[in-house]
Structure formats: C-alpha cells, structure tokens
T-cell receptor, first 114, second 111 residues
Framework: AQSVTQLGSHVSVSEGALVLLRCNYS??????LFWYVQYPNQGLQLLLK??????LVKGINGFEAEFKKSETSFHLTKPSAHMSDAAEYFC????????????FGSGTQLTVLP | ETGVTQSPTHLIKTRGQQVTLRCSSQSGHNTVSWYQQALGQGPQFIFQYYREEENGRGNFPPRFSGLQFPNYSSELNVNALELDDSALYLC??????????FGEGSRLTVL
C-alpha cells in the first residue's frame, strides 16, 4: 500500500523567495513519485516525476524535487517564486513500473505575495 | 494533437438521480483513469480502463461504474447519487502504463 503526506495545507512566500513544498511517502514497494499543479478550475498538470533514475529531478517552470529514500521524502523546490506559481500542488505516489493508480496527498495551496 | 476533453463541465443533480460523465482520451492513448476530487482534497482513484475492460479499482461502491469504447473514450456512471458525491471528476488518459494526462474535469453538485 502507498500513501502520501503533504505537510502544510497552505504555504505563503514572497515573490522571489524560495519555494519549499514538503511531501513524505509510504510505500511497500519501490515507488514512482510525482508532483502535479492545479490552477483554479483546471485539471492537473504534471510538474515532474521520479521513476528510479536520477534522484534529483528537474521539471517545468523551474521546479525540482529530490528523492531521499532514507527520509522517505520528495520535497518540491523552486529557487525564486513568481506570482504565476500561485496554485495548488499535489504530490502523488504509485508502485514503480506503472502510473496505473496514483495515490495523491491532500494538497498544498501556494500563495505568492508581492 | 487533441488533449483530454471532458463533458459536461458542470452539472447539478438531486439525490437519488443518476449521472453520466464523458471523457475523450488524448490521441494515441489507450488507457483511461477516473478520479474523484472532493473540495479541498486530493484526487482519489476510482477505476481504470484498458482495452475496454476495467483494469483496477479504488475504494468506491458498485454504484460507480464505467465503460470504455473501441475509440478509447470513456464514461463514468454514478447511480443513486448521494450528497457526498459532489466533487470534481477528473479523467486521465495514457498510453499503456505511461504518464497520465488529465482533463479539466466535470464538476458535479448533488442537491
């Protein structure tokens, strides 16, 4: 079984500041991990994914995440926040080898302050 | 290349009614998954269809059912609607077990 915990349902940062969104996972098998972004009234867009290759994964819009097996974490970061980054972010996990059934966290709403 | 499209975008039903939601998968994709996203929560996996057969199911009752057609489009049917069924229903398509591409969802309100 897999599960995901996203610490902090709401995160606020100033424009230009570091963005750090936390995700911890639990999985009985090697996982694939994903970060998705959801803008208001829209579906989910894939930011990046970890599929057992490099542990530091770079995604779109300047985001990256590092898979740390010892900490069971997959935190999302961006060096400098932009107003357009304001959205809801979801971490998700699935057993490796398949994107068949994603288990999502409860989401983190990111607010970017001017 | 056409992305995943869902219809209707919004609908309102009353308790006990039945609803059908539709999804057209992205060109070249053969697998469709459905997720339910209640307000303020992350999406929850309902089921997945591959080559017209159910290929995995989450913790949802049998009144949630689906179909996949030969052109890989799909329907989600929910019978005997309950207030808690109010949610955004997301469809995602993929090629085999590859990356999921999500549609913008159908927002269902049950009164």
């Amino acid at each position: 079984a897999q599960s995901v915990t996203q610490l902090g349902s709401h995160v606020s940062v100033s424009e230009g500041a570091l963005v750090l969104l936390r995700c911890n996972y639990s999985s009985s098998v090697p996982p694939y991990l994903f970060w998705y972004v959801q803008y208001p009234n829209q579906g989910l867009q894939l930011l990046l994914k970890y599929t057992s290759a490099a542990t530091l994964v770079k995604g779109i819009n300047g985001f990256e995440a590092e898979f740390k097996k010892s900490e069971t974490s997959f935190h999302l970061t961006k060096p400098s926040a932009h107003m357009s980054d304001a959205a809801e972010y979801f971490c998700a996990v699935t057993p490796s080898g398949s994107a068949r059934q994603l288990t999502f966290g409860s989401g983190t709403q990111l607010t970017v302050l001017p | 290349e056409t992305g995943v499209t869902q219809s209707p975008t919004h609908l309102i039903k009353t308790r006990g009614q039945q609803v059908t939601l539709r999804c057209s998968s992205q060109s070249g994709h053969n697998t469709v998954s459905w997720y339910q996203q209640a307000l303020g929560q992350g999406p929850q996996f309902i089921f997945q269809y591959y080559r017209e057969e159910e290929n995995g199911r989450g913790n949802f009752p049998p009144r949630f059912s689906g179909l996949q057609f030969p052109n890989y489009s799909s329907e989600l049917n929910v019978n005997a609607l309950e207030l808690d069924d109010s949610a955004l229903y997301l469809c995602a398509s993929s090629f085999n077990t590859g990356e999921l591409f999500f549609g913008e969802g159908s927002r269902l309100t049950v009164l």
